[in-house]
């Protein structure tokens, strides 16, 4: 088992950053792929990025690619999603998500952090 918490939401600005971090705990050898989440209130959840634990594969949401970057520290067991150029769009929670396979549904889950950006 898995156990993933999420820090680093919080208020900013449009054209502001924030980086967005994801303590791994457990099994976190079983890890194999890990990505971000977001789900802004009455839509639907969408993936924003994702990679596999040793950094190889990296994808982005079309809506985010060029502002936002995913990244992990293994020595850490850290996840990281630096956000740069936000705008309003972006604002929703943000989750960060792990899985131990290379296909198929994320398994581990965090509780979400909150981001929200004004104009």
């Known amino acids: 088992q898995v156990q993933l918490v999420e820090s680093g939401g919080g208020l900013v600005q449009a054209g502001g950053s924030l980086r967005l971090s994801c303590a791994a705990s457990g099994r976190t050898s079983a890890i194999v792929r890990i990505a971000w989440f977001r789900q802004a209130p009455g839509k639907e959840r969408e993936r924003v990025a994702a990679m596999t634990w040793t950094g190889e594969l990296r994808s982005y949401a079309d809506s985010v690619k060029g502002r936002f970057a995913i990244s992990a520290d293994n020595a850490k067991k850290t996840i990281y999603l630096q956000m740069n150029n936000l705008k309003p769009d972006d604002t929703a929670v943000y989750f960060c998500?792990?899985?131990?396979?290379?296909?198929?549904?994320?398994?581990?889950w965090g509780q979400g952090t909150q981001v929200t950006v004004s104009s």
């Open positions: 998500a792990a899985r131990r396979s290379v296909i198929g549904n994320y398994e581990s």
